[in-house]
């Protein structure tokens, strides 16, 4: 019997107690005597008895956890966010409960759900790409509890949020190419209705209509952002009449799935095609040439949607209005891009 976790009930049954005596005996209460608790203590220790923590908050209204939900923890992107979370949350007094999407809208639903069914205090959301509507997240805002989303949201739909200017970002990796004498640049573009891609796109054709270059259609290709996305899009790219001389590419899964195919065509890289990622993943660094890529200030991201939920939970007996920060964009030029002189 020692050997099961015993609850509060098993305890009261064991010596003929009220339950709320055995309560009272656990918490030291005043008006229980000497003898009582010692009794309770004693048959607690020998049927292992761990206090429900969880209980006793929800008992207090409140579960001291927040929710996340991410898309996948694979790369360091999320990972790092994450850190960012629990550092901020931690230090707060606050757990947190970790739920991945697997960028699938059904298992986002499902995630939704959980959370809400162990009562967190609020949760934070990065959305899946397969995500198209905002209904069950609507059905947290009905129940009063406090969300923020991080990096992606649904495009058009008014939330609190921290994003980084992902548009920036963008421009700023085309006008580096363009500074390198790129003429010809191609767009690996992601799903346009989550708002970083729409965003990092907008940026890549305003870089080149400032600086007097034709948008071309054939140079841009859409897909999901996967290394395979990467392959198949720069092997469409190489079949055109005249190939790009840059590719900027909206993740560097993607641009990393090109640097496979222009090494299989002997190209080289910059000098026959120059290569612009998004995201800063850690592998960048140990590529062959290392990619150039824009950074998202993950850790401040996380650090700082956990900060912003926090006053929301603070506040939940208010009406307010959704907030949002912007962190701004990082553009680490490496030997994928850079070639020429700037």
Known sequence: MAAKRASISDIAKELNLAVSTVSRALSGHARISEATRKRVWKLAKQLNYQPNHLAAALRKGRSNTLGVIVPHIDGNF????????????????????????????????????TLMNAQVDGILVSMARTTRDFKHFEKVRRRDVPLVFFDRILDGVDVSAVVLDDYQGGYQSVKHLLDQGCRRIAHFGGPQHINVYKNRYAGYCQALHDHGIPFEEELV?????ALEDGIRGMKQLLALPKRPDAVFSASDFSVVG????????????????????????TFTSFTEPMLTSV???????GGAAVRLLLEMVQE???QLSPRKIVLQPLLLARESSRWRQE
């Open 78 to 113: 999320f990972a790092l966010v994450m850190k960012g979370i629990e550092d901020v949350a931690n230090k707060a007094g606050f757990n947190v409960m970790l739920c991945q999407s697997n960028e699938d809208y059904v298992h986002e639903q499902k995630n939704i759900e």
């Open 221 to 225: 290709v859409f897909g999901d952002m």
């Open 258 to 281: 090109a640097m496979q195919v222009l090494k299989q065509h002997k190209l080289r890289i910059p000098q026959d095609i120059a290569l612009s990622g998004f995201s800063n993943e």
């Open 295 to 301: 950074d998202q200030h993950c850790e401040e991201m």
């Open 316 to 318: 939940r007996t208010k």
